[in-house]
């Protein structure tokens, strides 16, 4: 295993958590007992801040997050947005003109006030959080892309995910980033240079640390910037194959704690 990580970094969704979005109790005692023993866990996430609650329901302590594929760093003990990094009205703007023109039945949402509240357009498919107080339609295009956000939702009908992502990236040409995590054919769209790689390297240095201290573990596509940055990555075996490609090392699935059986065999069983 070599020198034992300074930082362990952690996907939420696919990777730590099973697919029924449950932590195992196995899970959250290695986390708790790594951080108590000096070594920082941070979340790594497409997630907003304000589906992190239950995360944070089944943890013993809450462990600070990079929300919003690496635009925003959330600490939980204070409530406090350390880093957030939006697209601007008129990035915003120009990015809905262009996605408009290349797929004629996009719908759009945002993730806004640094992922704590989303709006969307009437016709965009909600999913998981579907009815939340802080989530509501627009009246306008124009009302949506009013505000900075910390990412733009994108979604045409049921569709390829890795063949949207190419067909969003190409329109966009550099202008943001395109990525996903998810199945059923959802682009997430950030600030130019936002990714998970960003907001963990930043996060990193603030600690003292740099890419060689950081282990991390992903699963889906949105996490191939921050695996390919982090000095150790490690895939769960579910992960898409485009994961699987690139990490150093496989462990288990999701649903058989693949990341805490990987962190017991770094830091030792409890």
């Known amino acids: 295993m070599g020198i034992p990580p300074r930082l362990v970094a952690t996907d939420i969704d ?10 195992s109790a196995r899970t959250a005692a290695v986390l708790e007992r790594i951080t108590a023993q000096g070594t920082p866990v941070v979340l790594v996430t497409g997630r907003p801040i ?29 409530d406090e947005v350390l880093r957030a990094d939006p697209l601007a009205p008129e990035h915003l703007a120009e990015v809905a003109r262009r996605l408009r023109a290349a797929v004629p039945d996009v719908s759009f949402a ?6 704590r509240q989303m709006r969307h ?15 509501r339609a627009v009246e306008s295009p124009e009302e949506l892309l009013s505000a900075p956000a910390v990412k733009l939702l994108a979604r045409a009908g049921e569709q390829d995910p890795d063949a949207f992502v190419e067909l969003v990236a190409g329109a966009l040409q550099g202008l943001a980033e395109a990525t996903h995590s998810s199945y059923s054919g959802l682009v997430e769209i950030s600030a130019a240079g936002v990714t998970k790689a960003a907001g963990l390297a930043w996060y990193a240095e603030r600690l003292g640390m740099s890419e060689q201290d950081v282990l991390a573990f992903g699963d889906m596509p949105n996490d191939l910037p921050m695996l390919t940055w982090a000095g150790r990555a490690v ?15 496989v462990t288990g699935a999701n649903t058989e704690d693949g990341v805490a059986a990987y962190l017991e065999k770094v830091f030792g069983a409890g």
């Open 50 to 78: 304000r589906w992190l609650q239950l995360v944070y329901d089944q943890l013993p302590t809450p462990l600070p997050a990079i929300c919003a594929n690496g635009a925003v760093v959330y600490d939980p003990a204070a």
């Open 235 to 249: 895939a769960v075996a579910n992960a898409h194959p485009a994961v699987l490609a690139i990490a150093d090392e």
């Open 110 to 115: 945002v993730e806004i006030v640094d992922s």
């Open 121 to 135: 357009e009437a016709h965009y498919p909600l999913r998981w959080d579907a009815d939340h107080d802080a989530i």
């Open 14 to 23: 696919g990777t730590l958590l099973a697919d029924d979005r449950t932590l």
